[in-house]
């Protein structure tokens, strides 16, 4: 029996999913979950998982953090990336984040359950030919991940938010609580990622985004 989180927010495509997963998998459990905060919950409710299938777009996810906070609470859970981003850039950070696959959103069903084989059995997945093109992660982008593993989903979420050019009240309105909480919230984040201004971290938030100029979800 395989035991599989489906981790996308949209739910035409995890039903999609779901139906490519049963056409391949003879027995199957699949658990489904819709932001980073349910696939948090999820993760700790089943102990049983095989592998989580994470979409990189989703609420509380800003692009890159869900894997790296996943990553870092879970390091033995294995992680594909399953996604309609597939530049050879975001690929190889995903890679270097700990992810043991790729797997585009517009593969076969076929083609994903031989990804998932692979990772199952313990090897890595990427798509055809692009293997030596992976580039190894900067000592920028390492550090990065480190800092920003520091971060708890709810200062990320305020680390977003500054990044949307919001003052400290909207993003107490925004999430539903005080300012002087976001103020707390701010100060925590700069001393975890070692930076002293909203500049600062307007900049690094900028470096988690894979598409820096459109804003996909709050």
Avoid: C
């Avoid at 984040?97 to 069903?109: C, E, H, L, T, Y």
């Amino acid at each position: 029996m395989a035991n599989f989180l489906i981790a996308d927010d949209h739910p035409l495509f995890r039903e999609a999913l779901i139906g490519a997963l049963r056409s391949q998998f003879s027995e199957l459990s699949i658990v489904e979950s819709d932001s980073l905060e349910s696939t948090i919950q999820q993760i700790e409710s089943h102990d049983d998982l095989d592998l989580v299938l994470l979409d990189l777009h989703m609420p509380g996810s800003g692009d890159l953090y869900g894997i790296i906070r996943i990553r870092e609470d879970f390091p033995e859970l294995p992680v594909a990336v399953i996604s309609g981003s597939d530049q050879l850039d975001i690929i190889s950070k995903v890679m270097g984040f700990g992810a043991m696959g790729f797997i585009s959103k517009s593969s076969s069903s076929v083609q994903i359950a031989q990804a998932i084989n692979n990772i199952l059995e313990g090897d890595t997945w990427l798509p055809p030919g692009i293997a030596n093109q992976i580039q190894a992660l900067s000592s920028d982008d390492l550090n990065l991940a480190n800092r920003v593993a520091k971060l708890t989903p709810q200062q990320y979420r305020v680390l977003y938010l500054l990044h949307e050019g919001m003052l400290n009240k909207q993003i107490a309105y925004e999430l539903n609580v005080t300012e002087a909480t976001i103020k707390a919230h701010i100060t925590a984040i700069f001393k975890k990622l070692g930076i002293n201004n909203r500049t600062q971290a307007v900049l690094l938030a900028e470096k988690l985004q894979l598409e820096p100029s459109v804003s996909s979800h709050s």
